[in-house]
Protein backbone atom coordinates (compact mmCIF):
# COMPACT_ATOMS: atom_id res chain seq x y z
CA UNK A 1 0.00 0.00 0.00
CA UNK A 2 1.05 3.23 -1.34
CA UNK A 3 0.20 7.08 0.88
CA UNK A 4 0.15 10.34 -0.36
CA UNK A 5 -1.08 12.96 2.09
CA UNK A 6 -3.08 15.86 0.96
CA UNK A 7 -2.32 19.24 3.53
CA UNK A 8 -3.95 22.09 4.66
CA UNK A 9 -2.55 25.00 6.50
CA UNK A 10 0.58 22.80 6.63
CA UNK A 11 -1.33 20.31 8.81
CA UNK A 12 -1.89 16.52 7.26
CA UNK A 13 -5.84 17.46 6.25
CA UNK A 14 -6.39 13.60 4.60
CA UNK A 15 -5.19 10.39 3.29
CA UNK A 16 -5.19 9.25 -0.52
CA UNK A 17 -4.65 5.47 -0.19
CA UNK A 18 -3.66 2.93 -2.90
CA UNK A 19 -4.26 -0.38 -2.81
CA UNK A 20 -5.84 -3.54 -4.36
CA UNK A 21 -6.94 -5.08 -0.70
CA UNK A 22 -10.04 -3.89 0.44
CA UNK A 23 -8.82 -4.48 4.47
CA UNK A 24 -6.46 -1.49 3.35
CA UNK A 25 -9.92 0.42 2.86
CA UNK A 26 -11.23 -0.80 6.87
CA UNK A 27 -7.52 0.89 8.42
CA UNK A 28 -7.89 3.13 6.49
CA UNK A 29 -11.45 4.12 7.94
CA UNK A 30 -9.82 3.62 10.97
CA UNK A 31 -7.05 5.25 11.19
CA UNK A 32 -9.31 8.64 10.02
CA UNK A 33 -10.49 8.48 12.76
CA UNK A 34 -14.36 6.86 11.48
CA UNK A 35 -14.44 3.86 12.82
CA UNK A 36 -17.40 2.60 14.54
CA UNK A 37 -19.53 5.61 12.39
CA UNK A 38 -22.56 5.23 11.01
CA UNK A 39 -21.96 5.07 7.05
CA UNK A 40 -24.00 5.37 4.15
CA UNK A 41 -22.66 4.41 0.81
CA UNK A 42 -24.05 7.01 -1.89
CA UNK A 43 -23.00 5.58 -5.45
CA UNK A 44 -25.66 5.40 -8.87
CA UNK A 45 -27.05 2.98 -10.31
CA UNK A 46 -24.66 1.64 -12.71
CA UNK A 47 -22.19 0.84 -9.95
CA UNK A 48 -24.19 -0.48 -6.94
CA UNK A 49 -24.95 -3.84 -8.65
CA UNK A 50 -20.97 -4.33 -9.12
CA UNK A 51 -19.12 -3.24 -5.52
CA UNK A 52 -21.74 -1.82 -3.17
CA UNK A 53 -22.35 -5.13 -1.71
CA UNK A 54 -18.38 -5.76 -1.13
CA UNK A 55 -17.38 -2.73 -0.12
CA UNK A 56 -20.48 -2.56 2.38
CA UNK A 57 -19.21 -5.40 4.18
CA UNK A 58 -15.94 -4.24 4.29
CA UNK A 59 -17.13 -0.62 6.20
CA UNK A 60 -19.48 -2.94 8.52
CA UNK A 61 -16.04 -4.66 9.75
CA UNK A 62 -15.10 -1.81 10.98
CA UNK A 63 -17.83 0.47 11.57
CA UNK A 64 -19.71 -1.90 13.63
CA UNK A 65 -22.87 -2.26 11.57
CA UNK A 66 -24.18 -2.73 7.62
CA UNK A 67 -24.28 0.55 5.82
CA UNK A 68 -26.84 1.63 4.14
CA UNK A 69 -26.72 2.12 0.29
CA UNK A 70 -28.61 4.74 -2.03
CA UNK A 71 -27.97 4.55 -5.68
CA UNK A 72 -28.62 7.80 -7.78
CA UNK A 73 -29.64 7.50 -10.95
CA UNK A 74 -26.23 6.96 -13.52
CA UNK A 75 -25.72 10.08 -15.39
CA UNK A 76 -24.33 13.38 -15.99
CA UNK A 77 -28.38 14.80 -16.39
CA UNK A 78 -28.88 13.36 -12.66
CA UNK A 79 -26.18 15.68 -11.42
CA UNK A 80 -28.85 18.59 -9.97
CA UNK A 81 -30.52 19.58 -6.89
CA UNK A 82 -33.50 17.68 -7.84
CA UNK A 83 -31.75 14.31 -7.14
CA UNK A 84 -29.44 16.48 -3.64
CA UNK A 85 -33.08 16.95 -2.44
CA UNK A 86 -34.33 13.04 -3.07
CA UNK A 87 -30.21 12.38 -1.18
CA UNK A 88 -31.27 14.82 1.89
CA UNK A 89 -34.73 13.04 1.92
CA UNK A 90 -33.31 9.69 2.78
CA UNK A 91 -31.13 11.02 4.34
CA UNK A 92 -33.43 12.40 7.11
CA UNK A 93 -35.75 9.53 7.04
CA UNK A 94 -32.73 7.38 8.30
CA UNK A 95 -32.74 9.20 10.86
CA UNK A 96 -28.95 10.31 9.86
CA UNK A 97 -27.16 12.42 12.35
CA UNK A 98 -23.66 14.52 12.16
CA UNK A 99 -21.78 11.33 13.10
CA UNK A 100 -23.21 9.97 9.89
CA UNK A 101 -20.36 9.61 7.41
CA UNK A 102 -21.24 9.55 3.72
CA UNK A 103 -19.15 7.22 1.66
CA UNK A 104 -18.95 8.34 -2.08
CA UNK A 105 -18.14 5.06 -4.28
CA UNK A 106 -18.61 5.87 -8.59
CA UNK A 107 -17.11 7.92 -10.46
CA UNK A 108 -16.97 12.32 -10.60
CA UNK A 109 -20.82 12.45 -10.43
CA UNK A 110 -21.25 10.41 -7.44
CA UNK A 111 -18.15 11.80 -5.87
CA UNK A 112 -19.46 15.69 -6.44
CA UNK A 113 -22.69 14.77 -5.57
CA UNK A 114 -21.65 13.34 -2.38
CA UNK A 115 -19.63 15.73 -1.15
CA UNK A 116 -22.22 18.54 -1.93
CA UNK A 117 -24.91 16.57 0.10
CA UNK A 118 -21.62 16.04 2.95
CA UNK A 119 -20.80 19.57 2.89
CA UNK A 120 -24.37 21.13 3.46
CA UNK A 121 -26.81 18.18 5.40
CA UNK A 122 -26.76 19.16 9.11
CA UNK A 123 -24.31 21.96 7.68
CA UNK A 124 -21.75 19.57 7.35
CA UNK A 125 -20.88 15.64 8.20
CA UNK A 126 -17.78 13.79 7.13
CA UNK A 127 -17.81 12.14 3.46
CA UNK A 128 -14.63 9.63 2.01
CA UNK A 129 -14.47 9.11 -1.66
CA UNK A 130 -13.82 5.74 -2.95
CA UNK A 131 -13.58 6.26 -6.64
CA UNK A 132 -14.24 3.65 -9.06
CA UNK A 133 -13.63 5.44 -12.97
CA UNK A 134 -10.64 7.13 -13.89
CA UNK A 135 -11.46 10.39 -13.99
CA UNK A 136 -12.13 10.33 -10.66
CA UNK A 137 -8.73 8.57 -8.80
CA UNK A 138 -6.80 10.34 -11.49
CA UNK A 139 -9.06 14.05 -10.77
CA UNK A 140 -12.25 14.83 -9.13
CA UNK A 141 -12.10 12.92 -5.77
CA UNK A 142 -8.85 15.12 -4.85
CA UNK A 143 -9.31 18.87 -3.50
CA UNK A 144 -12.55 19.40 -2.14
CA UNK A 145 -14.58 20.70 -5.53
CA UNK A 146 -17.78 19.53 -4.57
CA UNK A 147 -21.35 20.65 -6.67
CA UNK A 148 -24.14 19.89 -9.25
CA UNK A 149 -24.88 20.95 -12.18
CA UNK A 150 -27.22 23.82 -12.50
CA UNK A 151 -29.76 24.46 -15.53
CA UNK A 152 -26.89 22.87 -17.74
CA UNK A 153 -24.13 24.49 -16.64
CA UNK A 154 -21.68 22.73 -15.50
CA UNK A 155 -21.11 22.67 -11.42
CA UNK A 156 -22.21 26.15 -10.69
CA UNK A 157 -23.61 25.02 -7.21
CA UNK A 158 -20.96 23.81 -5.28
CA UNK A 159 -19.19 23.93 -2.03
CA UNK A 160 -15.28 22.90 -1.05
CA UNK A 161 -15.60 20.10 1.25
CA UNK A 162 -12.34 17.88 2.15
CA UNK A 163 -12.81 14.08 2.20
CA UNK A 164 -11.71 12.37 5.20
CA UNK A 165 -10.21 9.57 2.97
CA UNK A 166 -9.86 8.78 -0.81
CA UNK A 167 -9.11 5.02 -1.53
CA UNK A 168 -7.78 4.13 -5.04
CA UNK A 169 -7.65 0.84 -6.19
CA UNK A 170 -7.55 0.10 -10.05
CA UNK A 171 -8.64 -3.01 -10.23
CA UNK A 172 -11.58 -0.74 -10.34
CA UNK A 173 -10.32 0.45 -14.10
CA UNK A 174 -11.17 -3.12 -15.21
CA UNK A 175 -14.64 -2.63 -15.56
CA UNK A 176 -14.36 0.93 -17.12
CA UNK A 177 -15.93 0.48 -21.27
CA UNK A 178 -13.30 2.19 -23.29
CA UNK A 179 -14.87 5.28 -23.88
CA UNK A 180 -15.36 6.03 -19.92
CA UNK A 181 -11.38 5.18 -19.68
CA UNK A 182 -10.27 7.89 -22.47
CA UNK A 183 -12.52 10.39 -20.52
CA UNK A 184 -10.71 10.25 -16.90
CA UNK A 185 -7.10 9.74 -19.38
CA UNK A 186 -7.83 13.45 -20.54
CA UNK A 187 -7.84 14.67 -17.38
CA UNK A 188 -4.41 12.94 -16.76
CA UNK A 189 -2.53 14.13 -19.66
CA UNK A 190 -3.85 17.81 -18.68
CA UNK A 191 -1.94 17.65 -15.36
CA UNK A 192 1.54 16.68 -17.47
CA UNK A 193 0.75 20.18 -19.78
CA UNK A 194 -0.02 22.25 -17.00
CA UNK A 195 3.05 21.38 -14.63
CA UNK A 196 5.18 18.35 -15.40
CA UNK A 197 6.89 17.95 -19.04
CA UNK A 198 8.43 14.47 -17.80
CA UNK A 199 5.28 13.36 -16.30
CA UNK A 200 3.71 14.42 -19.93
CA UNK A 201 6.29 12.38 -21.93
CA UNK A 202 6.53 9.53 -19.88
CA UNK A 203 2.54 9.12 -20.54
CA UNK A 204 3.09 8.90 -24.55
CA UNK A 205 6.35 6.55 -24.02
CA UNK A 206 3.80 4.19 -21.91
CA UNK A 207 1.18 4.57 -23.67
CA UNK A 208 0.75 1.00 -24.79
CA UNK A 209 0.81 -0.39 -20.76
CA UNK A 210 -1.84 2.53 -20.28
CA UNK A 211 -4.14 1.03 -22.65
CA UNK A 212 -3.22 -2.08 -21.63
CA UNK A 213 -4.46 -1.17 -18.16
CA UNK A 214 -1.03 -2.56 -16.59
CA UNK A 215 -1.90 -2.21 -12.95
CA UNK A 216 1.70 -1.72 -12.03
CA UNK A 217 1.83 0.77 -15.06
CA UNK A 218 -1.69 2.72 -13.80
CA UNK A 219 -0.59 2.91 -10.35
CA UNK A 220 2.59 4.74 -11.00
CA UNK A 221 0.34 7.42 -13.43
CA UNK A 222 -2.37 7.66 -10.60
CA UNK A 223 0.04 8.78 -8.12
CA UNK A 224 2.38 11.17 -10.12
CA UNK A 225 -0.54 12.76 -11.75
CA UNK A 226 -2.77 13.32 -7.77
CA UNK A 227 1.34 14.44 -6.70
CA UNK A 228 0.87 17.37 -9.30
CA UNK A 229 -2.87 18.03 -8.20
CA UNK A 230 -2.04 17.69 -4.46
CA UNK A 231 0.79 19.95 -4.75
CA UNK A 232 -1.47 22.65 -6.66
CA UNK A 233 -4.61 22.70 -4.32
CA UNK A 234 -2.41 22.58 -1.31
CA UNK A 235 -1.04 26.23 -2.52
CA UNK A 236 -4.22 27.07 -3.41
CA UNK A 237 -7.11 25.24 -2.19
CA UNK A 238 -9.68 27.55 -2.68
CA UNK A 239 -8.66 28.65 -6.28
CA UNK A 240 -8.00 31.62 -5.73
CA UNK A 241 -4.51 32.43 -7.79
CA UNK A 242 -2.68 28.39 -8.97
CA UNK A 243 -5.51 26.56 -8.67
CA UNK A 244 -7.40 28.09 -11.70
CA UNK A 245 -4.28 26.02 -13.35
CA UNK A 246 -6.44 22.66 -12.94
CA UNK A 247 -9.30 24.36 -15.35
CA UNK A 248 -7.01 24.24 -18.46
CA UNK A 249 -8.96 22.80 -21.40
CA UNK A 250 -12.10 23.50 -19.30
CA UNK A 251 -13.34 26.59 -20.26
CA UNK A 252 -14.10 25.36 -24.23
CA UNK A 253 -14.74 21.99 -23.02
CA UNK A 254 -17.32 22.82 -20.86
CA UNK A 255 -19.30 24.90 -23.33
CA UNK A 256 -19.34 22.04 -26.03
CA UNK A 257 -20.23 19.73 -22.85
CA UNK A 258 -23.32 21.73 -22.21
CA UNK A 259 -23.79 22.72 -25.95
CA UNK A 260 -24.00 18.57 -26.72
CA UNK A 261 -26.58 18.40 -23.89
CA UNK A 262 -23.55 16.37 -22.37
CA UNK A 263 -23.87 13.27 -25.02
CA UNK A 264 -20.01 13.94 -25.01
CA UNK A 265 -18.06 12.45 -22.12
CA UNK A 266 -16.71 15.00 -19.97
CA UNK A 267 -12.99 14.20 -20.91
CA UNK A 268 -13.90 14.38 -24.80
CA UNK A 269 -15.08 17.67 -24.45
CA UNK A 270 -11.60 18.67 -22.34
CA UNK A 271 -9.68 17.22 -24.63
CA UNK A 272 -10.75 19.29 -27.10
CA UNK A 273 -10.53 22.42 -24.60
CA UNK A 274 -7.11 21.45 -24.62
CA UNK A 275 -6.48 21.04 -27.85
CA UNK A 276 -8.21 24.62 -28.88
CA UNK A 277 -6.55 26.24 -25.30
CA UNK A 278 -3.12 25.18 -26.97
CA UNK A 279 -4.00 26.73 -30.72
CA UNK A 280 -4.65 30.19 -28.64
CA UNK A 281 -1.09 29.26 -26.93
CA UNK A 282 0.38 28.91 -30.61
CA UNK A 283 -1.21 31.60 -31.51
CA UNK A 284 -0.48 33.96 -29.65
CA UNK A 285 3.65 33.02 -29.94
CA UNK A 286 3.65 31.06 -26.60
CA UNK A 287 4.13 27.45 -28.48
CA UNK A 288 5.63 27.02 -31.54
CA UNK A 289 3.80 24.76 -34.37
CA UNK A 290 5.41 21.74 -33.53
CA UNK A 291 4.80 21.52 -30.03
CA UNK A 292 1.10 22.83 -30.69
CA UNK A 293 0.75 19.91 -33.11
CA UNK A 294 2.48 17.40 -31.28
CA UNK A 295 -0.15 18.40 -28.42
CA UNK A 296 -2.90 17.96 -30.43
CA UNK A 297 -2.06 14.73 -32.09
CA UNK A 298 -1.53 12.69 -28.88
CA UNK A 299 -4.97 12.75 -27.81
CA UNK A 300 -5.49 10.57 -31.06
CA UNK A 301 -3.56 7.38 -29.29
CA UNK A 302 -5.40 7.75 -26.15
CA UNK A 303 -8.44 7.62 -27.92
CA UNK A 304 -9.40 11.23 -27.09
CA UNK A 305 -11.08 13.60 -30.42
CA UNK A 306 -9.48 16.84 -31.32
CA UNK A 307 -12.22 18.10 -33.48
CA UNK A 308 -15.96 17.90 -32.93
CA UNK A 309 -18.64 18.43 -35.67
CA UNK A 310 -22.35 19.88 -35.42
CA UNK A 311 -21.19 22.82 -32.92
CA UNK A 312 -22.72 26.50 -33.36
CA UNK A 313 -19.41 28.43 -33.02
CA UNK A 314 -21.16 31.71 -32.04
CA UNK A 315 -23.22 30.11 -29.02
CA UNK A 316 -20.21 28.26 -27.88
CA UNK A 317 -18.63 31.65 -27.53
CA UNK A 318 -21.79 32.59 -25.65
CA UNK A 319 -21.85 29.50 -23.25
CA UNK A 320 -17.89 30.53 -22.19
CA UNK A 321 -19.48 33.77 -20.96
CA UNK A 322 -21.49 32.37 -18.20
CA UNK A 323 -18.37 30.03 -16.79
CA UNK A 324 -17.55 30.07 -13.35
CA UNK A 325 -14.17 31.52 -13.85
CA UNK A 326 -15.65 35.21 -15.23
CA UNK A 327 -14.65 37.61 -12.83
CA UNK A 328 -15.66 41.05 -12.59
CA UNK A 329 -15.93 40.40 -16.61
CA UNK A 330 -12.99 39.24 -17.48
CA UNK A 331 -12.17 35.45 -18.35
CA UNK A 332 -9.83 33.53 -16.75
CA UNK A 333 -8.53 31.78 -19.80
CA UNK A 334 -5.46 29.01 -19.02
CA UNK A 335 -2.40 29.21 -21.62
CA UNK A 336 0.45 27.46 -21.95
CA UNK A 337 4.06 28.66 -22.46
CA UNK A 338 5.46 25.82 -23.12
CA UNK A 339 5.23 21.92 -22.44
CA UNK A 340 4.33 21.42 -18.17
CA UNK A 341 3.82 25.74 -18.02
CA UNK A 342 0.73 27.08 -18.00
CA UNK A 343 0.15 30.44 -16.82
CA UNK A 344 -3.82 31.92 -16.23
CA UNK A 345 -4.16 35.10 -18.35
CA UNK A 346 -7.62 37.46 -18.81
CA UNK A 347 -6.96 38.81 -21.53
CA UNK A 348 -8.40 36.46 -24.07
CA UNK A 349 -10.69 37.60 -26.40
CA UNK A 350 -14.41 36.43 -27.73
CA UNK A 351 -12.85 36.73 -31.10
CA UNK A 352 -9.90 34.26 -29.83
CA UNK A 353 -11.91 31.44 -28.29
CA UNK A 354 -14.06 31.84 -31.84
CA UNK A 355 -11.16 31.18 -33.94
CA UNK A 356 -10.12 28.25 -31.24
CA UNK A 357 -13.24 26.83 -31.36
CA UNK A 358 -13.21 27.18 -35.25
CA UNK A 359 -9.62 25.31 -35.16
CA UNK A 360 -11.40 22.07 -33.37
CA UNK A 361 -14.71 22.28 -35.84
CA UNK A 362 -14.62 19.17 -38.09
CA UNK A 363 -17.28 20.98 -40.73
CA UNK A 364 -15.32 23.97 -40.74
CA UNK A 365 -11.76 22.91 -41.19
CA UNK A 366 -12.62 20.23 -43.70
CA UNK A 367 -14.27 22.19 -46.21
Not at 165 to 185: E, H, P, T, Y
Not at 270 to 280: D, F, K, P, R, T
Request: one cysteine or more; charged letters at 25%; a negative charge.
Amino acid sequence: MKTLTVHRDNRPCYDILYSTSLSDLSSGIQNAGLGEHRFVIVTDTNVAPLYAEEIAKTIAAVSGSMPLVYAIPAGEENKNLDQIRALYAFLIEQKCDRKTVLAALGGGVVGDMTGFAAATFLRGIDFIQIPTTLLAQADSSIGGKTGVDFDGYKNMVGAFKMPRLVFSDVRFLKSLSGLQFASGFAEIMKHGLIKDRDYYLWLIEHQYEIEDRDEEVLSEMLYRSNEIKRDVVEKDPFEKHDRMLLNFGHTIGHAIEKYKNFTMTHGECVALGCVAASYLSYRRGYLDKETYYEIRDMFVPFNLPISVDNIDEDEIVNITKSDKKVADGLLRFILLRDLGDAFVDTTVTPEEIKAAVHEIHYEETNE
